[in-house]
């Protein structure tokens, strides 16, 4: 039984402000090592739960944040880009048994611990659709087309919230509890990772390959906090005006449109200016 971990960085424990998850900074290097933790705890509990490998792909911004001489040695890690689906990078290979998005946080426009949608702000809303679709949900829905059941999400409470809409089966760990888009209640590391190895240890019987479904076509849509934004997506093939501050596409497949919205995303982040946006 082969598991993915895809971590993202904003949903760990102790996480709570940009300086947490930008690199570079202090705070970011110890931030580091509790991000790692709950990796190593995720990772326990799925081999205590019958797991034979292992993967995590590096799903935080450079994707070069855990620290892989900390990380549990019967694990592998994917890090780095660029890679074909970025956040779930090695889902499509056909030999996964199930998911796991760990450290994840909600969806740009909602309530949550540095809530966002791909880029950090910029964007204010994204659809998938018709339903308002955080990152949980874009990778989920990414995760069905290849038969891979999402088995555990851990994140803030709102994000536990969240992924109770996109991924029912999935067990919730809940590290923190939101106040605030830069303030939580945290539970301490020695806490947060026996909570999520034995979460683990639980969703590693919900995993098991099933028939993929192309279940497309799928529309996006992508709100921007600025129309210049909205302007310079629309220069990827396919992108159209939806509205004021807003573009939409069509894609045959999930594979296709979480690439096309990468596209969107990149496009759309070269063209903010430091202090106007």
Request: proline residues 3%; charged residues 25%.
């Amino acid at each position: 039984m082969k598991i993915l971990i895809s971590a993202d960085m904003e949903g760990a424990t102790g996480v709570t402000c940009p300086a947490d998850v930008l690199p570079g900074g202090p705070e970011w290097e110890r931030k580091r090592g509790l991000f790692t933790g709950d990796v190593n705890a995720a990772v326990a509990g799925l081999f205590d739960g019958g797991a034979d490998e292992v993967l995590v792909n590096e799903a935080h911004w450079t994707m070069r944040n855990l620290l892989l001489e900390r990380l549990d040695e019967r694990a592998s890690m994917l890090t780095g880009r660029h890679k074909a689906l970025s956040m779930m990078e090695g889902v499509q290979r056909g030999d996964v048994d199930g998911v796991v998005f760990l450290g994840y946080h909600a969806g740009a426009g909602t309530e949550g611990v540095l809530a966002h949608t791909y880029l950090a702000n910029s964007i204010t809303g994204v659809w998938l659709d018709g339903v308002r679709a955080c990152e949980g949900r874009l990778n989920a829905k990414v995760a069905e087309e290849f038969g891979v059941p999402v088995i555990m999400v851990t994140g803030d409470d709102r994000t536990v919230e969240e992924a109770r809409e996109y991924a029912r089966e999935a067990v919730g760990v809940a590290v923190k509890d939101c106040v605030s888009r830069y303030a939580a209640v945290c539970r301490p590391p020695a806490r947060t990772a026996a909570d999520i190895r034995l979460a683990a240890e639980r969703a590693a019987a919900l995993a098991g390959r099933r028939a993929g479904a192309v279940l497309g076509p799928h529309v996006f849509a992508v709100e921007f906090d600025a129309e210049h934004l909205a302007g310079a997506a629309t220069v990827v093939p396919g992108v159209s005006p939806d509205g004021e501050r807003r573009v939409a596409f069509t894609a045959a497949t999930m594979y296709e449109g979480i690439r096309c919205f990468k596209a969107v995303t990149t496009v759309a982040a070269a063209a903010v200016e430091e202090q106007y946006g």
